[in-house]
């Protein structure tokens, strides 16, 4: 089961992860026997963390909501080629209703039936023979060893490769589907928990012009980046979403040459 569900996922939930591996190395030397020894590492590393899942009154339930977060994720990735990390989890959890809207599409449903439905109704009809305590123990571990031994394999065949591709392609492993996602849940909450409650500390309280210096002047720029410009309240958004920059004496513009999609703010 921990095999099998592995393999569905890494094949079939993990296409922005294999179209971006394949657009950076494909025309390398040796590029495609790499970007499949990248695929059999994804496979391992989900294999690991299945096998974590994999007990028996546990397994269907875990396992069930893994293949939701890999049908949600994987939708998100595929459509807008971005990376669930913990800003995005931040993006999630601020947006609201009209927002999420306008990023829903005909196709999430789709995924969500083939990627999440339907394995779960496979795996919920599959009876599971009861093992005892220890002997299910020795085999997850078992099939995590052999998991991470043939990870260790590849990293001592292809030891250049993969030194630089973690040193260097980050980003590309941020769109392992659901190891990631998972990930960014778990430190999300993590940061979260350890802010919550705290005071809010201000930041460059020295930043002053002298008063008898007339020739310079302070500026700070606030870039909004991915924020699109109809969604600034201090462009008319019905929301308020800028709540602080109201309270001061800015200007708010619109780049152009970012085709009306993002905001800067200039606070003298």
């Known amino acids: 089961m921990v095999l099998t569900s592995a393999l569905f996922i890494t094949l079939f939930a993990n296409f922005a992860f294999f179209r971006n591996l394949y657009a950076t190395f494909a025309s390398a030397p040796a590029g495609t026997l790499h970007v499949f020894s990248l695929g059999v590492a994804l496979f391992c590393i989900t294999v690991v963390f299945l096998s974590l899942f994999s007990f028996r009154h546990l397994l269907k339930p875990a396992f069930m909501l893994f293949f939701l977060v890999a049908a949600v994720s994987g939708y998100f990735m595929d459509s807008y080629n971005v990376v669930i990390d913990r800003e995005m989890i931040l993006n999630a959890v601020s947006t609201d209703l009209a927002e999420t809207r306008d990023l829903l599409a005909p196709q999430l449903a789709l995924y969500l039936a083939l990627l999440f439905v339907l394995p779960s109704v496979l795996l919920w009809r599959i009876r599971i023979r009861p093992a005892s305590a220890g002997r299910a123990l020795l085999t997850r571990l078992a099939l995590m060893a ?107 513009f619109t780049d152009v040459a970012a085709c009306g999609t993002s905001t800067a703010v200039a606070v003298p």
């Open 146 to 252: 052999a998991a991470l031994g043939l990870m260790v394999s590849q990293a001592l065949v292809f030891g250049d490769f993969y030194a630089s591709f973690i040193r260097e392609h980050k980003v590309l492993r941020y769109y392992a589907n659901p190891v990631t996602p998972l990930y960014s849940v778990y430190t999300f909450a993590r940061k979260r928990h350890s802010l919550a409650g705290g005071p809010v500390q201000p930041l460059g309280q020295d930043a002053k012009i002298p008063p008898g210096d007339i020739n310079r002047e302070l500026m700070i720029m606030v870039v909004g980046e991915t924020a699109r410009s109809d969604r600034f309240s201090l462009n008319g958004y019905e929301r308020e979403t800028n709540p602080e920059l109201k309270t001061k004496p800015v200007t708010s």
